[in-house]
C-alpha cells in the first residue's frame, strides 16, 4: 500500500478535461510541495510532465497542469487527445523515503 | 543527450542475487548534481523505488528491500550496478535505471531513464 494514494482508472473523451488526485495518506510528507507525475505508455520508460507540484518541464504541452490542496496533489489534463492515454504515476517524499510513488493511474480517452 | 542501458542476465534463480548494469553515455557519472536511481516495475504494476546514489557517494535505499539491495558505481566505465540478493518470484519485473536532475526548487526529478530490462525469477 503506497503512501499516495491514486483512483486506479479514469477515462474521457477527445477534448475534454480530467483530473486524476494524488492523496498522501502517510503524516509524514514533508511540505508536499515536490510532487511530480510522470506519464507512461505501454511498453515505455516514463517522462516527467509536472514537477515541483504546478511546473511543466520545458517541451510538455500546456495542456498538462498540476495543483494542490491540503494532502491531496492533482495533475489536470485538458483538451484530451488519443496520445494522452497512458498511466500517470504522482511521486513525492513520503515515509522517510525521498521517493514514493503512486499506485498509478490508467487514463482511458473514450 | 544523456543516454541509459540496463544490462544483465534476464533470468534469476529464487534465493540467488540478482545483478544488472547501468552504462551511461553523454555524460559523465561523476559529475553534476545528479542521482543514478533504479526502480523497478512488475508486469502490470505500478512503479516501486529501489534505491540511489549521488555523485558525491551518498545512497538512499527503499526501506522495503534496503537488506537485500548494494549499489555500486565504476566511475572509470561510465557505470553503475544493482545487486538484489534473495531474490523471489516477487522480485520479477522490468527494471529500471534513470537520472535524477536537480532542478531550480533544488528538488529532484527523473529526467532521463533508460528503456528498462526484464529480470525474470524463475527455477
Known amino acids: 500500500q503506497s503512501a499516495l494514494t491514486q483512483p486506479a482508472s479514469v477515462s474521457g473523451s477527445p477534448g475534454q478535461s480530467i483530473t486524476i488526485s494524488c492523496t498522501a495518506t502517510s503524516s509524514d510528507v514533508g511540505d508536499f510541495n515536490f510532487v511530480s507525475w510522470y506519464q507512461q505508455h505501454p511498453g515505455k520508460a516514463p517522462t516527467l510532465v509536472i514537477c515541483?507540484?504546478?511546473k511543466r518541464p520545458s517541451g510538455v504541452s500546456n495542456r498538462f497542469s498540476g495543483s494542490k490542496s491540503g494532502n491531496t496533489a492533482s495533475l489536470t489534463i485538458s483538451g484530451l487527445q488519443t496520445e494522452d492515454e497512458a498511466d500517470y504515476y504522482c511521486c513525492s517524499y513520503a515515509d522517510g523515503s525521498p521517493v514514493v510513488f503512486g499506485g498509478g493511474t490508467k487514463l482511458t480517452v473514450l | 543527450q544523456v543516454q541509459l542501458q540496463e544490462s544483465g542476465p534476464g533470468l534469476v534463480k529464487p534465493s540467488q542475487t540478482l545483478s544488472l548494469t547501468c552504462t551511461v553515455s553523454?555524460?559523465?557519472?561523476?559529475?553534476?548534481?545528479?542521482?543514478w536511481t533504479w526502480i523497478r516495475q512488475p508486469a502490470g504494476k505500478g512503479l516501486e523505488w529501489i534505491g540511489r546514489?549521488?555523485?558525491?557517494?551518498?545512497?538512499n535505499y527503499s526501506p522495503s528491500l534496503k537488506s537485500r539491495v548494494t549499489l555500486s558505481v565504476d566511475t572509470s566505465k561510465n557505470h553503475f550496478s544493482l545487486k538484489l540478493s534473495s531474490v523471489t518470484a516477487a522480485d520479477t519485473a522490468v527494471y529500471y535505471c534513470?537520472?535524477?536532475?536537480?532542478?531550480?526548487?533544488?528538488?529532484?526529478?527523473?529526467?532521463?531513464w533508460g528503456q528498462g530490462t526484464l529480470v525474470t525469477v524463475s527455477s
Open positions: 553523454g555524460g559523465s557519472i561523476s559529475s553534476g548534481n545528479y542521482y
Open positions: 515541483d507540484v504546478t
Open positions: 534513470a537520472r535524477e536532475a536537480k532542478y531550480s526548487s533544488g528538488w529532484y526529478y527523473f529526467d532521463f
Open positions: 546514489f549521488y555523485t558525491n557517494g551518498i545512497t
